[in-house]
């Protein structure tokens, strides 16, 4: 038997497709021919924060075992797929496939955590490409090979999470999703943990359908392959389900943050795990966005909270100067309008300065507030006419409205990479012990 991974990416368009169900298709095409699966699909989204992105920016390898005599045909289904799925009409998808034979090579797993947390290049991928035993095809400008080579090197061996895709029949696409909204209160009632993100809590969006005219119908994350498979039994849908498929992922683990030592180390389109003290007062900017600066003794970077950010563009209002935090978050270049910033998608307050306010003193006399006669001057009582140089202004403590923990985006504006709140503490490490039935097709 031959173990093969199959890995591609770059073959959607905002108009159409999605990368996942290309993979959905696989799935079942590879099965007919024979291929048994040692993993579930992954889905592995790359780096956010990079200036050519896809859509989600998610990559997707399926693992097998297959016969050697079986070989070429799989890679024959793999290209058709992409070839007919893509949207090879839009200027910005260039699909790439990559097919790798026996063990994941060190080299290509150190090229995928680039490819998740910075920037890689086309050439590095191609070298690894030849200098292992593996093939690459690639589609006009063929950027997707990147994401089908990290695809296969993030073997998902340390945090990973779950994610079952349900998808549409092609005469509904682009028409609303059907989906009864009160199943799926109740399913985050019943599932949620282990399931996580289905319903943002202040707005009661329903955050597990998309809204685009891609083939998806939801999608349910959790911690387990049981959990979203019970939870997809619980939703209820007016249009049918095309197919179903489970997939193991990086979604959720924050495995695109790095974390770096000092300001003077953070890199543009890099993101960033970096702790500073709050420089000053918070600026709230049009729209509702807060940006505040952090500095260490290497510098200092702008930090901006964005108002869909929610919780954490309030959290950041409060902040005052002095302020120990830890910032999470994609890095912007410069422009001509704005210095580089870091993109805050989670904040950790690690120390909180005492909020003093000073005050002119109240009058000994009749009590008003007293008026300052300048500088080291005094004080006047415009009321009683009382004057002293000797009272000071007088110092007041408010309290922190804040709390020394972590801050995350709101549901509805986390990132799929991003790792939130009620996944702390259930990091996995490993590879799952036993594969459940993973997919449903017609
Ligand atoms: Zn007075």
Known sequence: MTRMHVGFDDTDSPKMGCTTYIAAILVEKLH???????DYPNLVRLNPNVPWKTRGNGALCLRIRCKQKNVEEIKETVIEAVEENADLTCEGTNPGVVFLFNRVPEPVTAFAERAIQ????????????DGFDAEAVGFKKSRGVIGGLAAIGETLEGDHTYELIAYRTSENLGTPRRIKQSSVVEMNEKTSPPTFNNIDSKTKRILITPRGPDPILYGIRGENPSAVRRAHQIVHSDEPVERWVIFRTNHGTDAHLRSVRSISEVESFNPVAIQGLVAGAPKVITGGHVIFTIRDKTGKIDCAAYEPTGT????????????????????RPASSAYPITINLEKMRILKLAPRVVLYNPRCPRCGKRMKSMGLKKGFRCEK???RSSRLEKVAVEYKRNLEPKIYVASPRSQRHLTKPLCRYGKEKSGMPEKMIGGWHFP
């Open 312 to 331: 954490l563009q309030a959290v950041a209002r409060k902040l005052v100067g002095g302020d120990l935090v830890e910032v999470y978050g994609g890095v």
């Open 118 to 129: 910075g920037v890689v290049e086309m050439k590095d991928a191609l070298r690894l490409v």
């Open 32 to 38: 007919r021919l024979g291929a048994s699966f040692t």
């Open 384 to 386: 009683c006419g009382f």
